[in-house]
Each structure stands twice: as structure tokens, then as C-alpha cells.
């Protein structure tokens, strides 16, 4: 399974954007990447996912490098009920392999 | 439309003694999938189940763990002759279509096993 490297923690201010980077390397064509995350004691939460072209959803945005090796999760406001372990995920078939993620830490 | 369902949400175990952890999908998806979280540690896979039969088990461990997927009712992750480094948080997931790297995956809220 392709890897990816995150930072291991990251904190941002209530109210402010969020940019949580994510470097994959040895992506190959297929993969897709997917972010997820998990709120403490609970478990993990779709958040988005793309192939090749940036993506928009309620929850954030995903903006992916023009040669695939790295991307960006944006947090366009960050909350308090924001924080948790974010994990970027390269997809290629029906499992999810998780990395340590990125601990976000929101300060009011 | 109920979201995926676990459980029992805390079990707790003696060593030997058989764990049996259940898990209903969300109403229309026949995909699951079963990850544990060690403690401290990430999330791995263990298996992926499609109604009835196995699809890849490639992150069970070889002895004392079993997945079934049948035709009708939940879903089961049994662990026979526990010993304490099976306490862990145990999550089932399911998804809607056919288990495709675009297939979002839906998390229960886990069940977390310790074992005396």
C-alpha cells in the first residue's frame, strides 16, 4: 500500500482556516485519496475524497498537487468540535490503511 | 436512516472466555468491514465481508479470530480464548456499493473489549 506522511500535530485558532498538508509520493495512478477523521472516543468520520482535481464539500475542501504527490485538506473554519486525529488515506481497493494522521488542536 | 450500529459498546472479558462482537450495517449497504485500534496505537484493518462470504482477510491475525457476514442479521467478529492484548477498540464500518477505492466508508461507534 502507497504511504503517506503527515505532521503529527497541528494547532490552529477558532474561527480561523485550517491547511493540513499530506505528501504521497509513490501514488500511483489509481489511488485515490481519501481523509477521514476521528473525534476522541469515537469512530472515524468521512470527510472527503479525490482522484486528481481539487474537491468541495460541506465539510472541507481538498486541494490536490497537479502531480499527485502531495495534497491539502482545508478546514475553512475551524471549530472547537473540529478537533481530532485527521488521517489522509491513499485508496486503491476495499481497505482503509491508517497512518499515525495529525493530531489538530483548536484554541478558542 | 440509522447509521452503523455496534455492539455491546464496552465488553469485558477474562482471559479464555470467548469475545463476540457485533455489528449492523446502515440499511442497504452489504459491505463490512472490521479495524481495531490498539491502544495508543492506529487504526488497522482485519477483514472486509460481503454477505456470506469473505473478501480478504489479509489483517486477521491466523488463530482464534473468526468473521462471519450472514445472509440475515448483523454482522459477528468473534475472538475465542482471549488473552489481554486483545483489549482494543474494535470498529465496523460499511459501504454501499462495491467496495471500490471511490466507496465511502461508514464507522460505528466501536466496541471496546477488555480482557482481564
Known amino acids: 500500500d502507497a504511504k503517506t506522511t503527515q505532521p503529527n500535530s497541528m494547532e490552529s485558532n477558532e474561527e480561523e482556516p485550517v491547511h493540513l498538508p499530506c505528501n504521497h509520493s509513490t501514488i500511483s495512478g489509481t489511488d485515490y485519496i481519501h481523509w477521514y477523521r476521528q473525534l476522541p472516543s469515537q469512530g472515524p468520520e468521512y470527510v472527503i475524497h479525490?482522484?486528481?482535481s481539487n474537491v468541495n464539500n460541506r465539510m472541507a475542501s481538498l486541494a490536490i498537487a497537479e502531480d499527485r504527490k502531495s495534497s491539502t485538506l482545508i478546514l475553512h473554519r475551524a471549530t472547537l468540535r473540529d478537533a481530532a486525529v485527521y488521517y489522509c488515506i491513499l485508496m486503491n481497493g476495499n481497505k482503509l490503511v491508517f497512518g499515525a494522521g495529525t493530531i489538530l488542536r483548536v484554541k478558542s | 436512516n440509522a447509521g452503523v450500529m455496534q455492539n455491546p459498546r464496552h465488553l469485558v472479558r477474562r482471559r479464555g472466555q470467548e469475545a463476540r462482537l457485533r455489528c449492523s450495517p446502515m440499511k442497504g449497504h452489504s459491505h463490512v468491514y472490521w479495524y481495531r485500534q490498539l491502544p495508543e496505537e492506529g487504526l488497522k484493518f482485519m477483514v472486509y465481508l460481503q454477505k456470506e462470504n469473505i473478501i480478504d482477510e489479509s489483517g486477521m491475525p491466523k488463530e482464534r479470530f473468526s468473521a462471519e457476514f450472514p445472509k440475515e442479521g448483523p454482522s459477528i467478529l468473534r475472538i475465542q480464548q482471549v488473552v489481554r492484548g486483545d483489549s482494543a477498540a474494535y470498529f465496523c464500518?460499511?459501504?454501499?456499493?462495491?467496495?471500490?477505492?471511490?466507496?465511502?466508508?461508514?464507522f460505528g461507534p466501536g466496541t471496546r473489549l477488555t480482557v482481564l
Open positions: 479525490g482522484l486528481t
Open positions: 464500518a460499511s459501504s454501499p456499493q462495491w467496495g471500490a477505492s471511490t466507496d465511502t466508508q461508514y
